[in-house]
């Protein structure tokens, strides 16, 4: 696999960034929609923390485990979230998709496939992964029920894993896709994104 180096991707509809302090005020303002971060079940910064929240990814980047994007609406032109790639580990070819987060007004809408599909296309087709994986908190149902439209089967899940923002500890659902799953999921994908609603 290749390593993941910052790079743009994009659609017709949304672009992918690559994370920046230029993002900050976009990602404030995308989270404000919806106060996302009262949710307990999700990573959503308060908007006191976002810098800290776009440092600490960038951080993750120098490390070499992650590479995060901000989520651009090509018609308003907006920031309308945030998504990245994280436990990266090279030796095997696998990486995970995650730390996703829209504002409310463009929750089950085009943009979380649209992104998805652009971030699975990139690890499969041009990074080389043989497996993407995805991790949710056992009671964020909607990012469970969001994932497995994507075609990701689910795993397990890691009981007593990881600390929730107010300090409770989680159960993590886990999922994954392997790289020959991806061209019939990809073809799902498409099809979704083209048809009528």
Request: hydrophobic share 40%; charged share 25%.
């Amino acid at each position: 696999m290749i390593k993941p180096d910052p790079c743009t991707v994009a659609s017709a509809r949304v672009r992918l960034e690559p994370l920046a302090l230029e993002h900050v005020d976009g990602l404030r303002e995308a989270a404000a929609d919806g106060e996302l971060w009262t949710l307990r079940v999700t990573s959503v910064p308060e908007p006191e923390q976002t810098q800290a929240y776009v440092e600490a990814a960038l951080q993750g980047q120098r490390d070499g485990h992650m590479l995060a994007f901000a989520v651009r609406d090509l018609a308003s032109g907006r920031i309308v979230g945030s998504t990245r790639y994280h436990d990266i580990v090279m030796a095997v070819d696998r990486l995970e998709i995650g730390y996703t987060w829209y504002g409310r007004s463009w929750q089950r809408s085009f943009v979380n496939t649209e992104c998805k599909l652009l971030l699975m296309q990139h690890a499969f087709e041009t990074l080389g992964a043989q497996l993407v994986g995805w991790r949710t908190d056992n009671f964020n149902f909607a990012s469970q029920r969001a994932i497995e439209r994507l075609g990701a089967r689910r795993d397990g899940v890691l009981r007593h894993h990881a600390l929730r923002r107010d300090g409770t500890v989680r159960d993590t659902v886990m999922y994954s896709l392997a790289v020959g799953e991806w061209p019939e999921v990809k073809a799902q994908l498409q099809w979704q994104l083209a048809r009528p609603r």
